[in-house]
């Protein structure tokens, strides 16, 4: 089955999962203390379980152990999406018989509040946004989400090359997620997606099978000294070590967005 004929006989589950997320985040953001972090994190994991089987994507998860239960930052390549879905995801305890799901919390570029669909969501799982057109206020945005994930107890989920791959290639990651894990003092967990490039593909057949890596973290201790930059290197070269490139065949992601006027161009 393609995936647009997937999406087509899985248009009631998919709406449904999506209206329950945002009629969730109208009444947290009239009752801000209707919901505790944790139950906002926990609907949001929910749902991205359940939308990525409606989706057609099988998510196998490796290394479940290496996220500490408590503060870190999670750094994984950056292909699609649907990554925000699967990281969350594979943070569940469905993929672990020892431990529950980890908490955790994203931190994004402001650009996705355009998108009102996304919006209300990303505000009700309190994500973190930031404006690169104020590069002023940028670290006061990375030091209130460290401050946010080690009070709270969250792995911290950046993205370091701020933006998803149009080639199937990794691509030089950017400062902020790295001072972020300094200014916390908390371990950076990297991790690789595989296979996931074209999970939006319309024309993708059959189940796809998406792998979720999480490395074995770096110490503070161990990073606390180096360069933001060199850092980076460190985190990249361990991602790099088991990611496999891909042929992309998905408009979404040869565009690094997916719209009809993307199409076009």
């Known amino acids: 089955m393609k995936l647009k004929t997937r999406i087509f006989w899985n248009l009631g589950p998919i709406l449904h999962h999506y209206l329950t997320l945002i009629s969730k985040a109208k009444r947290a953001k009239k009752m801000p203390e209707y919901y505790s972090t944790g139950e906002k994190i926990k609907q949001f994991q929910t749902r991205s379980i359940k939308l990525l089987k409606c989706f057609g994507i099988k998510l196998k998860v490796e290394g479940l152990e290496n ?141 796809l099978e998406v792998t979720v890596t999480f490395h074995s973290p770096i110490k503070p201790i161990n990073f606390q000294t180096l360069l933001p930059a060199d850092l980076g290197n460190l985190v990249r070269d361990k991602i790099l070590s088991n990611y496999v490139e891909q042929n992309i065949t998905s408009d979404e992601t040869k565009h690094n967005k997916y719209s009809k006027r993307a199409k076009k161009e």
């Open 67 to 207: 996220v500490p239960v408590g503060s870190c930052v999670i750094a994984p390549n950056h292909s699609t999406y649907f990554d925000p879905l699967i990281i969350s995801a594979a943070l569940s305890k469905e993929f672990s018989n020892t431990q529950d799901s980890r908490k955790f919390g994203f931190i994004a570029r402001q650009e996705i509040a355009k998108r009102k669909s996304i919006k209300k969501i990303a505000e009700f799982i309190n994500t973190y946004l930031i404006d690169f057109s104020k590069p002023r206020e940028i670290p006061e945005v990375l030091k209130n989400f460290a401050e946010y994930i080690k009070n709270n107890k969250l792995a911290g989920i950046v993205f370091p090359e701020g933006t998803r791959t149009k080639d199937g290639k990794i691509g030089e990651f950017q400062s902020g997620a790295f001072r972020i894990a300094q200014m916390a003092y908390v371990p950076i967990v990297p991790t690789t997606i595989n296979n996931a490039c074209n999970a939006y593909d319309k024309s993708r057949k059959g189940i």
